[in-house]
């Protein structure tokens, strides 16, 4: 389980590059296994975000909202997505955002998701055109 400790050094790695002088594009994509990481991700994106003025939301699969989700992220303003595989391929594969304007992907227990053949041809689709990619794993 992945605790505000686990999720706060990744989390000010992100936030400090997030640009929001010139842009308000969506800017970075966290990728989780479950969506119980997705959410408490995102809450620590936000509270300290919000000091800094940065936008963050949480795509999961199963809400029910994707199209209003998908519309709300299309009008820009947010700058760090959290979710899950399959929603993020989503994101992706219905061009709500471009993949070529992420600066950063990363991905939290990377050891776990990478071990699936399926997984890692996926994270490939999601993260190719980011410039830096960061990979967490909390098990040593």
Not at 8 to 28: G, K, M
Not at 47 to 76: F, H, N, P, W
Request: charged share 20%; hydrophobic share 45%.
């Amino acid at each position: 389980t992945l605790s505000l400790h686990d999720a706060l050094p990744i989390s000010v790695i992100l936030l400090q590059r997030v640009n929001t002088y010139y842009n308000s594009r969506c800017q970075a994509m966290v990728l989780v296994p479950t969506w119980e990481l997705a959410v408490q991700v995102h809450g620590v994106i936000c509270a300290i975000g919000k000091y800094m003025d940065i936008k963050a939301e949480v795509c999961i699969g199963g809400t029910g909202a994707s199209r209003r989700q998908d519309a709300k992220l299309m009008q820009g303003g947010t700058h760090i997505i959290v979710g899950t595989l399959g929603r993020l391929n989503n994101i992706i594969d219905n061009k709500v955002i471009n993949p070529l304007a992420l600066n950063m992907f990363v991905m939290d227990e990377a050891d776990k998701m990478l071990l699936d053949g399926s997984v890692r041809r996926d994270v490939r689709n999601v993260s190719k055109n980011t410039r830096h990619l960061l990979m967490q794993s909390i098990r040593m």
